[in-house]
């Protein structure tokens, strides 16, 4: 494990030769100081969306940094609404000292209110070092970096039960109707063919940002996501329409449409890995697997495997990202150890921590891929570093929080309509250009 030293002026108070830059303006991340915890007595406020097995494996991190610094920590999850969640606190005056930030619309939002800290120079020349450029693009505003991107997500994958599609007969696809072909045969084994994670909005522009960016291109995909063309353009109808032949294929569903409205993500993955089968296959991020390992005991790559998300038509397989940014508040009470505690977070040390547990991906390219505690996190982890700036970040996370990361509104709700009744893609695409102009201002 890569470890960085500090070199440190002699000028420099007892605190300062624990933090390194955090207190001197230069040098190293966030140090043990030997036996000393040089953060005893302060206590730093992390909010952020995970729950369930992200929040008890991102808490392990939190704890080595207990260890290491002394600091004490608490974890308030948010829920998806990161944004008022965090923006209602900041009113009432009881803001949390850092925010894990999933989506990098709400990232600007921060940033333009004047909420946020940049970064410190350590925290800086670790992403200059160890990220590729395209984390520091999305972790950036006007030039000046905010967030620092811990955890990464792999957005391309269809996880699927190894006995499901060999009780089936069938292989794994690699175009967009063969996998659906074999959702068909799937059924007609006795299992449906997806789970389809519904009740959260966020999953459904997952689907169809992998459809439009393999059917449309990443040219179009980037004009899209900063609404240079509109959601009204004949390539959001055709993606739409693709999507729709499995929304409206009610055998292809478990549950048919009103099942899926009423599954949430950790639901839909229970549907395929619990012990209670209901289908075969459920298309999510590389976390998936973090669920189904712990907390239905799959052994990832034996009894809980993935194939990447197939092309669409003539266009090339899809390689989808997001990621959750930490970053600093202003308004914080603790900001000094704030700032240290996202120090940490850029090295591969914290990134090992979770990357050991499971459900996690990091784009510290220093982080050693024997970390990872199965070959297939580390084949996913692999190819997301190795896609270098090429990867195309989550659509809606780059869009205004009011469009792309709102539950019940935006996005998220009018393709909760979609899925509902997905007969009329020309309707559906203009609702979400009416939202999106009031979202952008445009």
């Not at 960085?4 to 230069?26: M, Q």
């Not at 989506?103 to 992403?127: D, M």
């Not at 199965?374 to 659509?395: H, N, P, Q």
Request: charged fraction near 25%; charge should be negative.
């Amino acid at each position: 494990m890569m470890r960085r030293r500090t070199t440190l002026l002699a000028s420099c108070t007892a605190l300062a030769l624990s933090l390194g830059a955090t207190a001197c303006g230069g040098g190293g991340p966030v140090s043990a100081g030997g036996g000393d915890k040089p953060l005893s007595g302060q206590t730093i406020n992390v909010a952020g969306v995970w729950s369930g097995s992200e929040q008890k494996n991102f808490q392990q991190v939190l704890d080595a940094f207990t260890e290491k610094t002394g600091a004490k920590t608490r974890f308030t999850s948010t829920g998806d609404n990161v944004s008022t969640v965090v923006g209602s606190k900041i009113e009432g005056g009881n803001a949390p000292d850092v925010v894990m930030v999933p989506q990098v619309g709400v990232l600007q939002q921060f940033a333009k209110e004047g909420w946020l800290k940049p970064l410190s120079r350590t925290a800086q020349k670790s992403v200059d070092a160890d990220y590729a450029d395209v984390w520091k693009d999305y972790g950036s505003v006007d030039g000046t970096l905010y967030g620092l991107y811990f955890k990464a997500a792999h957005k391309s994958t269809v996880w699927y039960s190894p006995d499901a599609l060999d009780e089936a007969g069938v292989e794994t696809p690699t175009t967009y109707d063969e996998m659906l072909d074999a959702g068909r045969t799937v059924s007609e084994s006795g299992l449906a063919a997806f789970s389809v994670a519904g009740q959260d909005g966020w999953t459904l522009t997952d689907w169809f940002e992998n459809v439009y960016l393999s059917q449309a291109g990443p040219e179009k995909y980037d004009a899209l996501a900063a609404h240079e063309i509109k959601w009204t353009d004949p390539t959001v109808v055709d993606a739409l329409t693709t999507l729709g032949k499995l929304f409206k294929d009610k055998e292809l569903i478990a549950g048919g449409q009103k099942g899926a409205l009423n599954t949430d993500f950790p639901g839909s993955v229970e549907k395929v890995f619990g012990p209670e089968p209901a289908a075969g296959m459920v298309y999510e991020g590389d976390f998936v697997a973090g669920v189904a390992k712990d907390q239905f005991g799959r052994k990832i790559g034996e009894d809980a495997d993935f194939f990447p998300f197939p092309a669409v038509g003539d266009g090339k397989a899809p390689v989808v990202s997001g990621g959750d940014a930490a970053v600093v508040l202003k308004d914080g009470r603790s900001p000094k150890a704030a700032m240290a505690f996202l120090e940490y977070l850029a090295t591969p040390e914290a990134s090992a921590v979770w990357a050991e547990v499971g459900g996690f991906l990091s784009p510290n390219k220093e982080l050693d891929l024997a970390s990872y505690g199965d070959d297939i996190t580390r084949e996913t982890a692999k190819s997301l570093v190795d896609a270098g700036d090429s990867v195309r970040f989550d659509m809606s996370d780059q869009a205004p929080a009011a469009f792309g990361g709102t539950k019940g509104a935006g996005e998220w709700k009018i393709l909760q309509d979609f899925l509902r009744d997905p007969s009329d893609p020309k309707a559906t695409g203009a609702a979400l250009e009416k939202a999106a102009a009031k979202a952008y201002q445009d």
